[in-house]
């Protein structure tokens, strides 16, 4: 067991230690609007926008993907949801001296990202569907992700388990259908 705690935690500094270097980017003004703007797309307008525009571009051909998206959409609510509850851990700012919140949270928990479980999660499905929207999507989504830590709302380990909880949500249902 001491091993084991050793390990989790080098993990727990590491995280605490990169949080607090990617939060000093929001002394630059450009790059805080930039996260902020990226991270308020992220909140659902983003996926929404892109699910409406390819609805209005191609209603019945569309449909069955913009449902998957939905279904994948509401999987990744319930799981994350459920797992803030049961972790309940402070956001970054709330819990280290070094970092400030760069905007206001839509919960009061940190882990997972559920930013980044939801881009991951989408980007995954619209690229099953729609590969060319790649170079949209995937830069999108790593922005998303980086815009959480830098904004000091999660720690990297919330962005990384977001992102491998959506891209399992998403995976087993790519699967199924």
């Known amino acids: 067991m001491p091993r084991l705690d050793a390990a989790l935690d080098r993990i727990q500094r590491w995280d605490a230690r990169l949080c607090e270097r990617s939060n000093r980017w929001l002394h630059y003004w450009?790059?805080?609007?930039?996260?902020?703007?990226?991270?308020?797309?992220?909140?659902g307008i983003f996926w929404y926008s892109l699910m409406l525009a390819v609805l209005a571009r191609a209603p019945r051909e569309s449909a069955p993907a913009v449902l998957h998206m939905l279904?994948?959409?509401?999987?990744?609510?319930?799981?994350?949801?459920?797992l803030k509850r049961g972790t309940l851990r402070p956001r970054p700012y709330?819990?280290?001296?070094g970092v400030a919140a760069g905007a206001m949270p839509l919960d009061a928990f940190s882990f997972p990202s559920g930013h980044t479980l939801h881009a991951v999660a989408f980007t995954l499905v619209a690229l099953?569907?729609?590969?060319?929207?790649?170079?949209i999507l995937v830069p999108f989504t790593m922005l998303t992700a980086v815009s959480r830590v830098v904004l000091g709302l999660h720690y990297p380990s919330d962005v990384l388990a977001g992102a491998l909880i959506g891209g399992a949500l998403a995976t087993t249902s790519l699967a199924i259908a």
Request: aromatic residues 14%; proline residues 5%; contains cysteine.
């Open 128 to 135: 099953h569907y729609w590969p060319w929207l790649a170079a």
């Open 71 to 82: 279904l994948v959409g509401l999987a990744c609510t319930t799981a994350y949801k459920m």
């Open 30 to 43: 450009p790059l805080l609007q930039a996260a902020r703007l990226v991270s308020w797309l992220g909140n």
């Open 94 to 97: 709330q819990s280290l001296r």
